[in-house]
């Protein structure tokens, strides 16, 4: 990335008055071979109509639109908009929706602007919204592949390995719907304003069925979240949290033996499969109760 590229775009952004905004987390991509890696991996070709989330200026963007049939840009900070129909003046391909993603109806959006293509997600996450975004993308159920860039430490744990210190109740939702590959590294110093943590590319390719069944999906993350309530303490310690108002210790330390499970394990020890047997287990429980 020459010395260029900056003063490029800090000319654009000051010609619009543009400030950077802290409370959006607005990091923009200032060196041009990261938005062309991060939309090459994201496999974007001409039956993709893609979403993305802060655009910024438009550097992924026109990544994105040379690849794709359509690009479809949510951005929530309105003084971003005269810049990106400079920026992206070239490209018919593109459209710009003024709106915050997590207040966005996506199912809506997607049938009403990418009709007809098979709809992914590519985009340089606001890192401040990334949890929740990423939710709000993989419950809307729109989507084959969600390509997006995040803190390095946020790409481990989207990734993690049970019984790994990144692995969290959040690893266990983003791998029971998708396959995520955390894929390369971005240094901080790609970013304008710097940030002040390493980045890294993740693709979590959708999967067309969970990798294990469960009778009730709500129930089963139910158990997984309650699981990892108190970190640090034992698995049945930490259901108690949740389901001890209606099952005694004695009772839950069954339903996790029960499940060829050690009385004293842990829950970040647990893979997907265990916890599948474990939420039947202390819902065969509750049951006997009523």
Not at 85 to 92: C, D, K, L, P, Q
Not at 93 to 112: C, G, H, S, W, Y
Not at 240 to 254: D, I, N, S, V
């Amino acid at each position: 990335m020459g010395h260029d590229d900056t003063l490029a775009i800090g000319a654009l952004l000051r010609r619009h008055g543009f400030h950077f905004s802290r409370s959006m987390g607005q990091n923009f991509l200032i060196d041009p071979d990261i938005p062309a890696a991060i939309a090459e991996s994201s496999q974007a070709e001409e039956k993709n109509g893609v979403l993305e989330i802060g655009p910024g200026i438009g550097a992924l963007s026109h990544e994105l639109c040379k690849r794709a049939g359509k690009v479809v840009a949510v951005e929530l900070d309105r003084t971003l908009l005269p810049i990106l129909s400079e920026t992206m003046a070239n490209f018919s391909n593109f459209e710009v929706v003024n709106a915050d993603i997590l207040k966005t109806d996506i199912p809506a959006l997607v049938r009403e602007k990418l009709d007809g293509l098979t709809p992914i997600v590519c985009a340089n996450l606001p890192y401040n919204i990334t949890t929740p975004a990423l939710t709000a993308l993989i419950e809307s159920k729109c989507f084959g592949s969600i390509t997006v860039l995040v803190q390095k430490e946020v790409a481990e744990r989207l990734c993690a390995k049970p019984g790994t210190a990144a692995y969290g109740a959040f690893s266990v939702f983003m791998q029971y719907h998708t396959e995520p590959a955390l894929l390369f590294e971005v240094p901080k110093e790609c970013f304008e304003p710097v940030p002040k943590v390493t980045s890294a590319v993740v693709r979590a390719v959708v999967r067309g069925k969970p990798p294990v069944e469960t009778a009730d999906e709500a129930f089963f993350f139910k158990t997984v979240y309650a699981a990892f309530a108190l970190r640090r303490k034992t698995l049945v310690n930490s259901l108690m949290t949740a389901f001890g108002t209606h099952l005694t210790k004695e009772r839950l330390t069954q339903a996790v033996t029960s499940c060829g499970l050690d009385a004293n394990i842990r829950g970040e020890r647990l893979g997907l499969a265990e916890f599948a047997a474990l939420s039947g287990a202390i819902s065969a429980a509750l049951a006997e109760k009523t």
